[in-house]
């Protein structure tokens, strides 16, 4: 701690450990670590707090599930979740568990505190109770199906509970809360979020039923042992009660509180904005400054949930892609304030596009061009030699800088992080532009080719700087390969102004940093469609990116693509990672030829023409396409990997060329019947076309 540095405290939820992580947990740890991480390379003293919310009856049900006393239970799964956020390089200041002595000592002495200032009576509770969300709710807010009433958070029929309780006046502060909300337009971010609470709180606030007779697994009420606290008014406290609140030393609370933003997920931003800052206004204590209600992670096939059995799981994602590309994928996919979709396909797709094929790509060109063209030593760029195309980066430089802070400080992530790939992505595109190779082979361009070659590694080294906070290893490997790693001065927040590369670095060219992933590898077979889809394993554990996907394993309840096999080096896979000398010379990239076979092995091989009948891409995936062909009388669906490089107006009426007798595999529940030849290359796909007329059914030799 240091006294002098601008305080930030922000927190995550503490969640439910009712079961393993998920995605969705994983996600909003890494939310706030990477703004924790930004905080602290601004030069903020940050306090970050996660942990984990034990109490209530869904986790005194789970653990009778599991035949085990709630806290045997609760310290097994409070062992994974460590586990979860050590791999995932959460660096929190404080992980509490609401079954902690400091914790409970001190809901106790808030409760206390609100009873003796006459906010909180005791009365009757009738009413409906959904378990799952640990939420009370009313007869008018209850949905109704086929004579069910259900949560309408989450769907699930509710139950009715009839017991003596403690009662919270909330509907004294309803108008302060609503004044606080009015005036204060950044306590509830983003907006949509803001706006939806503001229309719940003028439907009117009913007092909070907060304390329970029928179960036993809480906090004791301090005045009536054999009521336990309403586990949300445990729950919540947690952002103080682990800053000393109510104990003896109040050094950390008079320090952070209040929070800078409590980041949460949008179905409990009601719990956040509503009965948080009563508690607090009762208390007569400070509201936090923000709650920010993130989006959700779905899935095709809806929400995820562990009765739906289609949790995904970080610890292999992690395993499978790294630590620095899922945080990376978290952080870029889900647009501020909206739910994004995961499935694997566009996690490979992130890391392809933003990693392997921007920075990992703009940095294997750099670094071998330094070494081809500047032998390895990077020269500081001359002014005389910079062109307006130099002084465009230098600006849209600063730019990115300025926009990803902005953007952080607003807690866009996806924004923020976009900012930093429209950095890269002109770069790549400047080199293609400059083409050092050809200045190469000028000799009076030297000047121009060292300015050029300069503002490649120094745009290098600003993106690696933005991407530290998400990413806790790749930038220190990026500031190695450049020759910087001993120079933490280049790597700080300072560091980001534009020129501080130093003349004479030798650059340390190393193994690719993000290579490319082939989705084709993504493999599986009919029989593996839907139930249990086969998902590619990495044959080493964690460097999954670094080898290609072989293996494959049942029973996985992750979503993907699953391709034919035999696809590898079908149209679905269209780039191939350029060479080294491909790319200084943008030449192209040719595959290791295959072992030789005879003709008879060829002939197995029934290739036909097709005409193409019909042609739609298949929804929510970029790169297929679904297709009817016509194959002499026979009409056969083919689904095709080559949405990206045609429109289906192109497509319909072309004669191409189709593997007939492959095994049929589903993709994406659509039944392919063979496999569309295609030639690609460095970004370039073609599909093989017939131009003559040869009817659509004859063989092709
Ligand atoms: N224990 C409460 C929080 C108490 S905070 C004082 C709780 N726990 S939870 O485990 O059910 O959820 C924790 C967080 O995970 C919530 O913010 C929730 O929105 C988030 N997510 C749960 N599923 C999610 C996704 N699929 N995607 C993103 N976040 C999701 O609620």
Redesign the pocket.
């Known amino acids: 701690m240091n006294q002098n540095r601008p305080t930030f405290y922000l927190t995550t ?4 450990p009712s079961g393993k992580p ?1 995605i ?2 994983a ?2 740890t890494v939310m706030a670590d990477t703004i924790a991480r930004y905080k602290r390379l601004r030069g903020f003293d940050v306090r970050f707090l996660t942990g984990l ?1 034990e109490h209530g009856q869904k986790i005194e049900r789970s653990a009778k599930a599991k035949e085990m006393e709630p806290i045997q239970y609760l310290n097994q799964l409070a062992d994974t979740f460590l586990a979860v956020w050590k791999q995932y390089q959460i660096e929190y200041d404080d992980f509490i568990r609401t079954t902690e002595e400091r914790h409970k000592k001190a809901v106790q002495t808030i409760f206390q505190k609100i009873w003796d200032n006459g906010d909180i009576y005791k009365s009757e509770y009738e009413g409906w109770y959904c378990t799952p969300c640990e939420a009370f709710w009313v007869e008018r807010q209850l949905k109704e199906v086929d004579n069910q009433r259900l949560c309408p958070d989450c769907d699930r029929p509710v139950e009715l509970v009839k017991e003596e309780s403690y009662f919270f006046r909330m509907s004294k502060y309803q108008d302060r809360l609503l004044k606080h909300i009015e005036e204060n337009p950044d306590f509830i971010q983003p907006t949509s979020r803001r706006n939806e609470m503001i229309s719940f709180i003028k439907q009117g606030l009913e007092d909070l039923c907060v304390s329970r007779t029928t179960f036993k697994w809480g906090i004791p009420v301090p005045i009536n042992e054999n009521h336990v606290i309403y586990v949300w008014f445990d ?2 406290s ?1 952002y103080i009660t682990a800053l000393g609140y109510g104990s003896d030393d109040q050094e950390l609370y008079q320090r952070y509180w209040p929070a800078d933003v409590h980041l ?5 931003v009601r719990f956040h904005t509503v009965i948080w800052p009563i508690i607090l206004m009762a208390l007569g204590e400070p509201l936090p400054k923000q709650v920010y209600g ?1 989006g ?3 899935l095709d096939s809806g ?2 949930s562990k009765s739906k059995g289609n949790v995904v799981d970080p610890v292999e994602l992690a395993n499978k892609y790294g630590v620095d590309a899922m945080r990376y994928y978290f952080a870029r996919e889900m647009t501020a304030g909206q739910d994004a979709y995961y499935s694997e396909e566009s996690l490979i797709g992130r890391i392809n596009t933003d990693l392997a094929n921007d920075i990992g790509n703009l940095l294997h060109r750099s670094l071998s061009m330094v070494e081809r063209f500047s032998g390895g030593v990077v020269k500081k760029a001359s002014p005389e030699a910079e062109g307006p195309l130099e002084k465009e980066i230098q600006a849209l430089a600063e730019k990115v800088v300025h926009e990803y802070s902005t953007l952080m400080d607003k807690y866009d992530l996806s924004g923020a992080h976009g900012a930093i790939f429209k950095l890269v992505g002109r770069m790549n595109k400047y080199v293609d532009e400059r083409a050092p190779w050809a200045l190469n082979k000028k000799p009076e361009a030297r000047a121009e080719l060292e300015a050029v070659l300069y503002h490649m590694v120094e745009s290098l080294r600003l993106a690696a700087i933005l991407l530290k906070p998400v990413m806790p290893n790749i930038p220190q490997k990026i500031f190695a390969q450049l020759g910087i790693v001993d120079r933490e001065d280049l790597q700080g927040w300072e560091g980001t102004l534009w020129g501080q590369f130093p003349d004479g670095v030798t650059v340390q060219k190393g193994e690719p940093l993000f290579p490319r992933i082939d989705p084709a590898t993504l493999q599986g077979d009919a029989e593996a469609e839907s139930s249990s889809p086969k998902v590619a394993k990495t044959e080493k554990k964690g460097k999954a990116a670094e080898q290609k996907m072989t293996d494959t394993k049942a029973n996985d309840t992750v979503t993907t693509t699953v391709v034919p096999e035999g696809a590898a080096q079908s149209a679905i896979e269209a780039t191939q990672p350029p060479t080294t000398e491909a790319v200084a010379e943008n030449l192209p990239v040719m595959d290791p030829l295959l072992p030789e076979i005879t003709i008879d092995d060829f002939a197995k091989v029934d290739l036909r023409v097709i005409e193409v009948v019909e042609a739609e891409r298949v929804p929510k995936t970029e790169k297929l396409m679904q297709l009817k062909v016509k194959l002499g009388d026979e009409t056969r669906t083919v689904v095709s990997g080559i949405a990206q490089y045609y429109t289906p107006e192109e497509l319909v009426g072309k004669k191409l060329v189709l593997v007939a007798n492959l095994k049929p595999a589903k993709l994406r529940g659509i039944t392919s019947q063979g496999m569309i030849l295609a030639a690609s290359n460095n970004g370039v796909l073609e599909a093989l076309t017939v131009t003559k007329d040869i009817p659509a059914g004859s063989r092709v030799k």
Not at 13 to 16: A, K, L, S, V
Not at 264 to 268: A, C, F, L, Q, T
């Open positions: 939820p503490i969640y439910y998920h969705g947990h996600y909003s919310d729950a919540l947690n949460v997920g949008k179905d409990i993130h959700w992670f779905m929400k995820m």
